[in-house]
């Protein structure tokens, strides 16, 4: 039910819903009923008009007596019915007492109701709304026995009415505000137990969205299950369209896994070929150093660079066959080992490799023992100080440190040098990813893209973690590798 969901919609939209039929039928009620009970007054008027006050008696003929009650035009209220009666003498029929008198202006606005069979709705100043029916009189003066005729208004008070209708819209009301709290719980319980299945989808989804994708055996377990996957739903369709969809995922998934297991065979297998020829090259070309006197400078510079390339070449096929085996499970020797030496080893031989930088190093007091193999260890780290010497201008200051951080061995190569470009930041670890040719050093060489390959590829197989911090200012790698137990 938070904020934006589809059963905080549903919920809300259905109890909506309800409360608009809720209160349409409450409306529809209270008129219906305002119409019976004004009905029900018009009634009563139909059958009193005629006859005015119960001490006079009515004629055969329909006539009424009508006794001598002198001059005047007098409106009476007597008890709830509203009797009014004029004669063309200007007579006036019974009251029951002077204090039901009407006001003269409540007179004048009867005097001035037309003649009608059907009654009409007036509101009189001081007795409020009142149901008024106006009819022909036709009676005999009881004292000279003349016929007369006349207006006669017969009228009673519409709180007959709206008294109840009151009390009907107030229980109206009260039912209404319970049938939205109904219609409010019962929706939430119904879209709950409605939408358990596309929750149960959303789950699935996430568990998905959790794994390891990326790189290595590729599966996908997760699967939406069986009863959610029911082509009559609509939910149904999706998780069965879901469950297809992460049948596909999983084939490509496994083409790509072995078309880069092609690749890395093809790669190991290259790169295993090639040693012997590149060594065969670098000793033919060692061989000639003997003679380089004898030829002519152009000869001898051609088969200096040859061996230089040649021994390029190796490196990098060396390199290539070490992610290789890593690839295909790592073959280290894990041992305790005392990275405070290799870590000074590595900034030692740094330092001879780039005089022309500044070289810091920090260590602890206490010896750093991590679980790991001490030759590659070392590789990691010159790797990280050969990249900092290739890709920063003379003069930069490179800082390693080593310490324990939180059962983990940390070691940290920044320099204050121009930075990674954003272009390439998030990718630097992976394989052949290369800085454009202007920020190598001159004299340097092109990088061939696998040094810092090779460091999270390492510092993986120990189960650590290899992260990089860089902007305009500097750059900072950080390797952690396991501490080993100790005892």
């Known amino acids: ?19 608009l039929v809720a209160v349409a039928l409450s409306g529809l009620t209270a008129v219906a009923a305002y119409s019976i009970l004004q009905g029900q007054i018009d009634q009563t008027l139909q059958s ?36 009014y009666s004029l004669t063309d003498y200007g007579r006036v029929l019974t009251g029951t007492s002077e204090s039901d008198n009407l006001t003269a ?12 069979n059907t009654p009409v709705t007036v509101q009189l100043p001081n007795h409020g709304a ?22 006669q208004v017969v009228g009673l008070p519409m709180s007959q009415a709206i008294r109840p209708l009151r009390d009907l819209l107030l229980a109206a009301a009260a039912l209404t ?41 590729v599966e996908v377990p997760v699967r939406v299950p069986g009863p959610d996957t029911d082509p009559r739903s609509e939910v149904g369709q999706v998780g069965l369209a879901f469950n297809h969809m992460l049948d596909n995922v999983e084939g490509a998934l496994s083409a790509r896994q072995r078309s880069e297991m092609k690749v890395r065979q093809f790669v190991a297998d290259a790169s295993h070929e090639l040693r012997n020829p590149l060594a065969s090259i670098r000793g033919y070309a060692e061989l000639t150093r003997r003679e380089r006197a004898d030829v002519p400078p152009n000869t001898a510079h051609a088969l200096s660079r040859i061996e230089s390339e040649s021994a390029r070449m190796s490196s990098l096929v060396e390199d290539l066959l070490l992610l290789a085996r890593l690839d295909s499970g790592p073959n280290l020797t894990m041992t305790p080992t005392h990275l405070n030496e290799i870590v000074a080893n590595a ?64 070691v940290r190569v920044a320099d204050n040098g121009p930075g990674i470009p954003a272009s390439i930041r998030d990718k630097v670890f992976e394989r052949f990813t290369r800085a454009d040719a202007s920020r190598v050093r001159s004299g340097q060489g092109q990088s061939t893209g696998l040094g810092l390959a090779i460091v999270a590829a390492v510092v993986a197989a120990h189960r650590g973690t290899a992260s990089v911090d860089s902007n305009d200012h500097g750059t900072t790698f950080t390797i952690r590798i396991p501490l080993a137990v100790a005892g």
Not at 370 to 394: E, K, M, Y
């Open 1 to 19: 039910m938070g904020r934006g969901t589809l059963s905080r919609q549903l919920v809300l939209r259905v109890t909506l819903l309800v409360a």
């Open 48 to 83: 009193r008009s005629g006859v005015p006050d119960s001490r006079h008696g009515t004629v055969p003929d329909g006539k009424t007596n009508l006794p001598d009650r002198g001059p005047g035009d007098t409106g009476q209220q007597i008890g709830m019915l509203l009797y």
């Open 105 to 116: 202006d409540e007179n004048a606005l009867l005097k001035a109701l037309p003649v009608s």
């Open 130 to 151: 009142y149901r008024v029916l106006v009819r022909p009189l036709s009676a005999v003066d009881l004292s000279t026995g003349a016929s007369v005729t006349g207006t």
């Open 177 to 217: 505000l319970a049938a939205i709290a109904l219609a409010y719980v019962a929706a939430r319980r119904v879209v709950g137990s409605s939408l358990q299945p596309l929750q149960r989808l959303a789950n699935t989804a996430h568990q998905v969205s959790q794994l390891e994708l990326h790189s290595g055996e």
């Open 347 to 410: 900034v030692s031989d740094a330092q001879v490799a780039g005089p022309d930088h500044e070289w810091e190093l920090s260590l602890p007091a206490s010896d750093v023992v991590a679980v790991g193999d001490p030759f590659r260890l070392l590789q990691v780290i010159s790797n990280l100080l050969a990249n900092a010497r290739t890709h920063t201008p003379a003069g930069t200051l490179v800082s390693t440190s080593l310490s324990a951080e939180g059962g983990f061995a940390v």
